[in-house]
């Protein structure tokens, strides 16, 4: 073999090793993009997962429940089309379909509250706040319309006033406990029904409502009754007076004396 052919094999076997080894590079560099893309994607489902669980139904409404779900489906499927053999997407999202078939019954008029302290609660209203900015951050990048937008943030909106109502609501009743602050506790219950008033737009809160007026009530007549009882019947008002009367006739006899 000529020093020629020797020198054209070398060559071409550099050529060769050069090529592999940049296929090699770009590879990786896509498998690392890849892997990239998809934690960002596993981000966003861990982040919309929390708020899917840690709102109860108490507040959460069909329809954002509805949109959470089906936002969470397209993550699944963007995992689905950067790695076709992600089982774990394919199985998430199977279930998330069959979830969103599932009748959901709604519970925001319910009596009880879910939780019996103020740090649930406001940990629950700031789930509500996440939900409502990822709304309005979608409409700001265009992928959700205005009118969808707008409806959705005034659901977030209700579904916040109405965890704030039932924070306020354990104020209410430890002010109500053995009857010592009836005055605080019917405040509480005047600040909640205003609330709710507000809120009930479509009439989804009446139950709610009754209750609390009927509460109001019985604490305004237990205040009319304390009133009663503290302040002195007439007969002593007029038997007080006719003394002080007496008395200071009496001081003014001893001035002269």
């Known amino acids: ?47 919309l997962s929390g708020i899917v669980s840690d709102i109860p139904n108490n507040y959460m409404t069909a329809d954002l429940r509805l949109f959470v779900i089906g936002l969470l489906r397209k993550n699944y499927s963007a995992i689905i089309a950067l790695d076709a053999r992600h089982s774990s997407a394919k199985v998430q999202l199977q279930q998330l379909e069959e979830q969103a078939k599932q009748p959901f019954t709604s519970e925001l008029d319910s009596l009880k509250a879910p939780f019996n302290d103020t740090v649930t609660g406001q940990g629950i209203r700031a789930r509500i706040k996440d939900l409502v900015n990822i709304i309005v951050a979608m409409n700001k990048d265009g992928s959700l319309d205005k009118p969808t937008a707008v409806k959705y943030v005034n659901q977030g909106k209700m ?21 010592k602050n009836i005055k605080a506790a019917a405040v509480h219950y005047s600040s909640c029904l205003k609330k709710l008033l507000k809120i009930n737009s479509q009439g989804q809160f009446n139950k709610r409502l009754n209750h ?23 007969e ?9 009367s007496d008395n200071d006739d009496w001081k003014i006899k001893q001035d002269y004396e």
């Open 212 to 234: 609390m007026k009927s509460k109001l009530q019985q604490l305004q007549e237990k205040l009319k009754a304390q009133t009663a009882q503290d302040s002195p019947a007439p």
């Open 236 to 244: 002593e008002q007029d038997e007080w007076s006719k003394f002080k």
């Open 159 to 179: 579904m916040f006033e109405l965890v704030t109502v039932d924070i306020t609501l354990i104020s209410a009743r430890t002010a109500e406990q053995g009857d």
């Open 1 to 47: 073999m000529s020093p020629a052919w020797i020198v054209t094999l070398i060559i071409a076997g550099i050529v060769v090793m050069v090529g592999a080894a940049f296929i090699a590079q770009s590879v990786e560099n896509a498998r690392k993009e890849r892997l990239r893309k998809i934690s960002i994607i596993n981000e966003r489902i861990r982040h």
